[in-house]
């Protein structure tokens, strides 16, 4: 296989040494002029201008001026800037003067879309569905990470959160689950690095006593270091063709994230400051006691009839209600946000200097999410022929999430909260000191205690930068042969911080009080590509030829330092007895071979596409082996085919590409018994696969993109079907085999799907305009092959509480649980109940403009999908169900009582108003007024998660107490609770 | 601004190209897993401390299921059960059946077949390796051998009449390997353990090149080794004797064996504890007795039926293994049945106090069962004189009793009873003989039913894993290949 590298590094070569042929310049003249928006013809700045056929390009400035060289004789001058759409003109020859009106793109037709590691098309021209988010709209309301202001403005795509914590804790899925057992995360590229994702628990649920210590740690997924306000696009590559690009780590889509680069011009600053705060969005209220012998008949012990009686002789006889959510999540502390940008730019040189601040201030005493960032982008042009752009950022993100989600030890707050009874006050005392738990009564924690005292925090250090290099090898009016290189890398370190000090309620009773943890992770992604771009013009079509070779090395290491026992008021890992510590490491390195043509013919009207990547990684049992993806897609557009301006394009595409195999699956471990003071080698009950493969997603999708009046309306639409095969599985051999499990590649799942994007621009005048668009998602999933029995996989649920379960033939989402038979009877076995599948979702964005001031709100809406609400069942367990006694309460505990899950199998459906904005330019007049070089002002105010309209009885009907996991499972267990959030904007432009 | 050179520039591009080429076709793809050692460490060329640390790996995993049989055994032929209460499936399944191959009764088999895959893991390793000379290689495949013959031994005492897998050594992809005879079992075994000591043999005077883990005691040489594989070996050759009425040839084979095992009849009774130990320890990390615990603990009890069997000494006195290896307490009764006698052995009882103690060792071979397998080795050639006098060396020198009382003219059947009562008493809740025994001479049906509808059981069944894996429904009864 050491051939095919051979044969791509001669390939390359080859390329290389094409002779060089570039013409010599002719006297030429300079061609200026003044670029204007088409409507109200405001001048637009950093307008791309080229001369088609010669290396020329100059961008416009503040007043919208542009002068470039061009040669004598007619030339084609062609006019680009993000958010309009391309125009291009003729300049006869002599003139020298060329004004022009560009429109605007509302739909964003125009903006360029990835095809390869160095190769992007418009996305008027792309033969697969596109995904595209402008860095306007990320920013437009405020988000803790960027995920969050995906809602709605996707379609195929699923977001989730685990909680209401504050800082993130998101998982995204692109075009349903496309694995069981494997990874299940998108790939993140950002500005060409590829960047980690990964989630490390940092420990809380060792302390709390969690079922699952790992995955109910509620860890953030590292995407939340990310700087929301420096994207300036999202592309989110969805179908096998679009992300097979990217080989065997693409088959849950990737995410191609581009960051903010400098303009020429002189230095705009902008400032930006938020201030806000969040909310309690909603809560859970607790079961009223109408009367003493009420409380009495629920609380039998001594102790705890003493205390009813006592707290009701103070309180007039009578027993008071406290609202203990607004007790335990009362906080709206400020909440702000800093942001300072500088972009400009003269000569070769072009710069964008970003710097953050940020603190979001959780609803819990304690808890919050702070992330700072510098971001430094220069681009440079090197003589005429190259072009050296860097990216750089360092990001310091602080979480603290408090304690929460599922616990045995009632440390978590929501938890304790479902077996606490209403009429006792868990405040503290005037002078801070909180009362003891009254036996009998509380369970021996108090929330209030634990935000005020313990410590949940994680410290990230991040730095991500790279170096790209463009080297125009070879530029004639009919053919461009370019060089990318590429080198980027992404370093964090996580710490978490962990501190239960032994004062704690939940603490005292344990046998070693007063725990501490101190977790590491550090990562560390290292990638670099060279690329060789050969395009074509002859007649009317265009051909672009690009081969190259990318290597990645992604490698991750944790580590964890448990004590308990600790000695009283000190936190640090060496002040205990017990001390555990863990260390796990893990390396991969995959190198790509790649060749990809991209055609376009019968002038743009035929657009095809053919590319093929053969990859071999360190994580499959042959390393030296090769797997191949391929991909091909064809589009045709119609013009002026329903309208004139109008256009309706048919694209078609099929693609392949992998999920490679977790590390370590192909290794076969040694357990290290002890015997005689030495550790033995025994081999561990799980076969590994030393000739484990990726899985191999296969996908067809076809769609129909059409655009009209002139670009004011569009429409989308997208069939999908992908098969999942030779997915990573676990079997049980034959027991005399010496192995319990054993990892096979094999079975087949399936994902099928529509997706629609629509926008609409009915109103487009100088001083009024309406934009509304829309997406809509529909999936299914089937489990088509299975050649295991049907199983529960990890991390599905809890036994009998509802669980996710794989079975041939039905959906990979389906939710199984004890029920009741036709007769009333609980059933033997547990048996389809429900599915976390939504039946289909759709977001709708609307943004007003009406003068100098812009109103938008973006909606979202679920239909179906089921959620085990496992908070209600427990607050059952508690006779402490704020229905208690109506007819709904007692089907519950009828059922709890027999075993039977259906009542807390709730229905999904929920409509949020996810984002509300309202800005306003500050008129010229005024900021003149204002003097001290200021350009713009503009103020706003903005809100997300507004309101919620669902019949879910829980906190928030999106949820999932174990995320982290390939299938997600909406399963509710007494989360961080959701809240609102409110932020007035002031921007200055200088 | 300098121009740089495009002729300059593009073979500057090329050279990157090249190297980049060469850079990945040279990086190393072969990324070890750091976090554990992987089997591959052992089977590819292993240095000779790493063979040792599969050897000890090898002695570690022998402690398994040492408590898990002896807890299942113990409650099958009635010599005890376990009362704590906490699984129903003890007074349950256990005593009433039906026998569960997804549960108890389909276990103690797993864990033992993993010990069985390490060893033949070691088995490749040694034929890998260059690092031993051909005595050390011969010494490590004799050990080696001689610890998989015993794990099949205890496979096939489990299982009994259902046979077992033997030809496990296979791919894991590989159809799983077929069921073999009971006696085709012992065959394997027999001749696995005469393989092992003509390596051991061979081996000469070299020392093992690993080190032998405690409760081996004196059997650390090659030489001395050899003396322990001959004691399961005539373990092995009276089991067939027994379980298949295979006869003559078994008995001499058992004979000739014990004649080249430790067994002894000098230094009684101090050398009646001759032999090897699962060697427990209470330090940090190191396996732990599995039956001991407290007086007060109401989990273990002994089987009441067992009281009315122990015979007096001279004095009055009951039987010194009795007294010294059971205690009575209150009364403890779940679910209908009953005792008030606790297993003592594995406690300190100095002083007259008994404490749980992790670290008493378990006997897997001493001299006293030497002695007894030699009673039923000479019952079994009808050298009666001899059987009486193996029996008394037991009965008077570990029981503290009389002479007994059978003679060169009783009938074999109170020979067998005798030896049997003498097997209970010297190796109680040891390896669960009174169940072994029962069904070795055919004496199930004597064994004590205490409720309505419990039974004995023949043999533990197979695993529901196995039934599974041959897409067969459980319980299943593979068929076996003679």
Sequence with gaps: MRKAIVLGAVSLIALLSIPDVSAAQAQGRTIGGVVTRAIGGRPVRGVTVTVTGSQQIAQSDDSGRYAILAPDGEVRLSFRAIGFSRKDVLVPATQTNMDVA?????????????????????????????????????????????????????????????????????????????????????????????????RIAGGRGQIDDAAFAVAEDDPVNRVADINPTDVASIEILKGAAASSIYGSKASNGVVVITTNRGQLGKPQVTLTSRLGSFSLANRIESRRFNSVAEAKARFTSATAQAAIDSIAAANGGQLPYFDLYNQVWHARSPSYELIGDVKGGSGATRYYVSGTWKKDQGIEDNTGFGRQGLRINVDQGL?????????????????????????????????????????????????????????????????????????????????????????????TENANLKFVGAVGADIFQQQDNLWSPNDLFYERPQTLPGEAIQNNGVGRNLNWNLNGIFQRQFGPANTTTSAGLQFEERQLGTSRIRTQNLVPGQQNVNQGTNTTVQENFTKERTLALYLNEQALLSRDRIILAAGVRAERSSVNGDVNKYFIFPRFSGAYRFQGLIGEGSELKL???????????????????????????????TLAGASGAPNI???????????????????????????????????????????????????????EIQNRGFEIVAGYAPIQRQDLSLLLRSTFTSNRSKVVDLPVPAFRPPLSGFGGLGVTFIQEGQSLTQIKAFAYDATGTPTATIIKVGDSNPDYRIGLTSDLTWKSFSFGTVWDYQHGGDIINLTSFLYIDSQLSPDYGTPAYITKVNAYNDGVMTPFIEDATFLKLREVSLGWLVPQRFTNAVGLGVRDVRLGVSARNLKTWTNYSGLDPEVANLGDAAIRNNLDVTPYPPSRSFFFTLAVGF | MTTISILHSRRLLSVAALSAALVAAGCNFDIVNQNAPTDDQLTNNPSKLILARAATGIFSQNFTDVGGDIQIYTIYGREGYNLLGNDPRETGEAISGPQDPGGRAGGNWFAKYQAIRSVNTYLQALSSTVNLTAEEKAASLGFAQTMKAAMFLRLAVRSGTYGLPIDVDRPIDADPAPFVSQDAAFAYVSALFDSAKANLQAAGATAFPFPIAPGFGSFNTPTLFVQFNRALKARAEVFRATFLACGAPCWTSAQTALSESFLTRTGLPGSLSLGVYYGYSTAANEP???????????????????????????????????????????????????????????????????????????????????????????????????????????????????????????????????????????????????????????????????????????????????????????????????
């Excluded at chain 1, 994680?458 to 290099?469: A, I, K, P, S």
Aim: glycine content about 10%; overall charge negative.
């Design chain 1, 651 to 681: 694209r078609a595409s099929y693609g392949e590409t992998g999920n490679q195999p977790l590390f370590g699956q192909k290794f076969t471990l040694l357990n290290t018994p002890q015997l005689g003071g030495q550790n033995g080698f």
């Design chain 1, 693 to 747: 493969e990726p899985e191999r997603l296969k996908e067809w999708d076809g769609g129909v993109d059409v655009s009209f009046l002139n670009g004011r309306g569009t429409f989308e639409a997208t069939y999908y079907n992908r098969h999942t095969t030779n997915l990573l599985l676990q079997r049980v051999p034959a027991p005399s085999s010496g192995f319990a499990t054993q990892i096979f590649n094999g079975g």
């Design chain 1, 102 to 198: 560009l429109t605007e793109d509302v739909f964003e037709l125009e903006a360029v879309v990835v095809t390869g590691q160095a190769t992007t098309l418009e996305r008027k021209n792309a033969t697969t569905a596109t995904a595209y988010v402008s860095g306007e709209d990320v920013t437009k309301v405020t988000a803790p990470t960027i995920e969050s202001s995906l809602t709605g403005r996707v379609a195929g795509v699923n977001l989730q959160s685990n909680s209401g914590a504050p800082g993130g804790g998101i998982q995204m899925q692109i075009r349903g689950n496309n694995t069981i057992l494997g990874a299940y995360d998108p790939l993140y590229v950002i500005d060409g690095v590829i960047y980690s994702n990964v």
């Design chain 1, 383 to 475: 003589g005429s022929k190259f072009d050296v752009h860097v990216s750089s950022v360092f990001n310091r993100a602080f979480h603290a999430r408090g304690w929460d989600n599922n616990c045995n030890n009632y440390a978590c707050a929501g938890y304790f909260l479902a077996y606490q009874p209403s009429f006792v006050d868990l405040r503290p005392r005037a002078d801070g000191t909180f009362r003891d738990p009254i036996p009998g009564l509380e369970q021996a924690a108090n929330p209030i205690q634990t935000s005020t005292f313990a410590q949940n925090h994680t410290e990230t250090n991040r730095f991500t930068g790279g170096v790209t290099v463009d080297f125009a090898a070879l530029s």
């Design chain 2, 288 to 482: 732990q007795n599995p039956i001991t615990e407290p007086l007060t603990s109401v989990r273990y009890f002994v089987h009441p039926s067992l009281a009315a069997l122990v015979q007096n000494q001279a004095g009055g006195a009951p039987d010194a293994r009795w007294s010294s290896k059971t205690r009575i307490v209150a009364v403890r009764d779940l679910n209908g049945v009953s005792s008030t006698i606790k297993p003592v052995m594995y406690n300190n009882n100095a002083g007259g106090g008994s404490v749980a103690d992790l670290g008493a060792d378990i006997p897997v071979i001493k001299n006293e069962e030497l002695l007894l397998l030699s009673a039923e080795v000479n019952l079994g050639l009808s050298n009666k004189a001899a059987a009486i006098a193996d029996i008394d060396s037991v009965r008077i020198r570990s029981g503290g009793l009389a002479p007994t009382t059978l003679t060169t003219g009783s009938a074999d059947a109170a020979f067998v009873t005798e030896i049997l009562y003498n097997r209970l008493m010297s190796l109680l809740w040891e390896q669960g003989v009174r169940w072994i025994d029962a069904r070795r001479y055919g004496r199930l049906a004597s064994l004590p039913l205490d409720r309505p509808g419990d039974t004995v059981f023949p043999s533990m069944i197979v695993p529901a894993g196995e039934c599974d894996a041959r897409g067969l429904d459980t319980p299943c009864t593979p068929p076996v290949s003679p």
